[in-house]
């Protein structure tokens, strides 16, 4: 008998954190604006909050497993066949189903890096290789290397545009080029959880690049732009033997009745919602502007935040930001990433980032 208790796999007792971003509060507890979960700033809308209420009535029930009223109208709203949707638990957890059904030992997944943290986790829990393929000096992906990278043991493939953290979105051209050089048996995601806040006009168009080829599925989410990351729902576009392994593998009943209800009024309020992301997208030029301003090589970004290449002065930077009342994401030694939030939030940043530019 062990005195250790069950043996763990390996893989799992190995596995990276997922850093969350870290409660609005500074060091000494003072309430601080959070800008480090690219979260919106913004409260849910009235519309949304009361289908929540009314939703609450019934919460002794199980949820609609398939979502099929939010599947309805996602179908409608992206004008895709039903059968080619699956919802999930946050995007976060259909990105581990597509893992899942993807890949297992020996088998490779290819990603940028830097890029979502959450990338290497999913693949490790999977029990698959990742191949972090490195960013190019501009901060973008570098299609080149990573259709490179791509072996006889490559199963999944993950683009994320814009890229978190550091916020450029792909290209059409690239991407068609790209998606020529890979197998066809190879998946490739796109993961374009901050498209809404893409303004980018050479932008790939996910819908039209998954429609013409069977091996790209999209990855969305009404965390961002549509305010509900408190919520966890998320979805896949796909062909459908692909998005029936994903619907296959999900947690049972894991997008609450709650979710399904506020995203079906969220895509019914689309309207109000582009407004606000209108609105932070000109708030993001704004930070953008001002930081260059000040004298900072800020990449382009195409999402709801800024990249700020720190390196050793990573930690110190963030912790006076936190001192000045917002919390803000570093990333170990490499650098920041701060949400375009709130004007005052956005405003208190860009005061730290202009003393220790000068
Ligand atoms: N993809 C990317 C690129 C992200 O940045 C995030 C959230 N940080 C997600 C997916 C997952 O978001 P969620 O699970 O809330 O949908």
Known sequence: QSRHGPRLKASVSSLPAYVPGRPATAPDGRPAYKLSSNENPYPPLPSVQAVLASALSDINRYPDMGASG?????????????DHLATGTGSVGVLQQFVQVTAGPGDEVVHAWRSFEAYPIVVQIGGATGVPVPLTADERHDLDAMAAAITERTRLVLLCTPNNPTG??????EVDAFLDRVPGDVLVVLDEAYLEFNRDPETVDGLATYRDRPNVALLRTFSKAYGLAGLRIGYAVAHPPVAAAL??????FGV?????????ASLAAEDELRERVDALVVERERVV?????QGWDVPETQANFVWLRLGERTASVAAECEAAGVVVRPFGNEGIRVTVGEREANDLFLGVAASAAG
């Open 168 to 173: 450029p979105a792909l290209r059409q051209a």
């Open 70 to 82: 939010l599947v309805a109208a996602l179908a409608a709203r992206l004008g895709v066949p039903a």
């Open 256 to 264: 609450s009745a709650l979710a399904q209800a506020a995203a079906v």
């Open 289 to 293: 502007a001002a930081l260059r301003g």
């Open 247 to 252: 619907r296959a593998t999900a947690v049972p």
